[in-house]
């Protein structure tokens, strides 16, 4: 498994390391933020560039092994619900395979390989889907916004943060939906989760997310986000993000938010500048880490290969008895889209 594995990720290391020396790729991410830019520069170059013909067969390789392993996996879960094969009306979206390496001056190196997917199988009923993947549990669980997940924050995570997990989610409407799923050694938790979206103007947009999870260790607990997302232009558009957890095993809440510039590029090349900081009640320190940081993200090959490099200065203080300190940090990734 290990060395397969490994035949997945190599080329993908390799092309990390290539973009590195060739040219910047900067980005944002985050699901509750859309493209500012117009239709026309969704559309990401076809040709391949510089590619070469052995690297591009060889990314193409690991893309579709990637693929057929996902399918593979659906295919033996939708047998267990009934007789109907997985190509009878089986898809699988918002399929991603991340490999990121970062730095930041107070931590260790951190090489991190993300996977997820979605599918729906034909033996469930059409509101029912099954999710998998491997990340950090905890930030699956509690559904903390992307922007603030320790990967994105540029922040070491050990491996027992990371682990594969597994369930069934269903959708009631437009807005709700609820998932039962598994972590790391069959730990169970249930999530239930609310969406909505209010636009005051044709420029301005108001998004909430609520979400109740109940684990083993945290019993019930919350995460409320809230965004305000105004567009300047067609291409440049700025946010506002805050969230908040809390549980009922620790009452006090884990505090974050976001303030950021996102300029499109066009051809699905992505610019962002933001201002973060980070809390939590009980520290003796109202912010425990503020940042500046910089993304650049753009196609490598096609339109489902893309590279990002991030660039960040932060200034953490984890609790009252530590001076304020002041680091940098570093990072670059490819995202495998399937």
Known sequence: MRM????????????????????????????MLPAPAGAEDAVAPSDTGSVTSETAQSLES????????????ASG???WFGDRPFKDGG????GRLDVSLYKRQDQAVDLIVRFNAN?????????????????????????????????????????????????IGRTLGDSVDFRIGFHGALKPYVQGRYRKSWQPSPIDVVD???????????RFGSTTALSYRHVFSPTLVGRWLSAA?????????DLNTSVGLYKSLGGQRL??????????????????????????????????????????????????????????AVGTAMKIRF
Request: hydrophobic content about 45%; charged content about 25%.
């Open 4 to 31: 397969r594995l490994r035949e997945l990720i190599a080329p993908v290391v390799l092309m990390v390391l290539g973009v590195c020396a060739s040219a910047p790729l900067m980005a944002v991410q985050d699901g």
């Open 62 to 73: 690991t893309r579709d092994s990637v693929r057929s392993a996902a399918i593979w996996l």
């Open 77 to 79: 879960v939708n047998s």
């Open 91 to 94: 898809k699988v979206s918002d």
């Open 119 to 167: 599918f729906k199988l034909p033996n469930l009923e059409e509101h029912t889907y099954l999710f998998t993947g491997r990340d950090n549990p905890r930030e699956i669980i509690t559904d903390k916004p992307v922007s603030f997940s320790r990967k994105e924050l540029l922040q070491t995570q050990a491996e027992a943060d990371r682990s594969f997990f597994a369930g």
């Open 208 to 218: 909430l997310r609520e979400t109740v999870f109940l684990t083993i260790a945290d």
């Open 245 to 253: 957890t809390i549980t009922q095993a620790d009452n006090k809440f």
């Open 271 to 328: 610019m962002t500048l933001e201002l973060l900081a980070n809390g939590k009640q009980g520290t003796g320190v109202a912010v425990t880490d503020y940042g500046l940081q910089a993304r650049w993200e753009q196609p490598v090959y096609k339109d489902w290969l893309l590279g990002e490099i991030v660039l960040g200065h932060f200034w953490p203080r984890p609790d009252a008895n530590l001076e304020r300190g002041s680091v940098w």
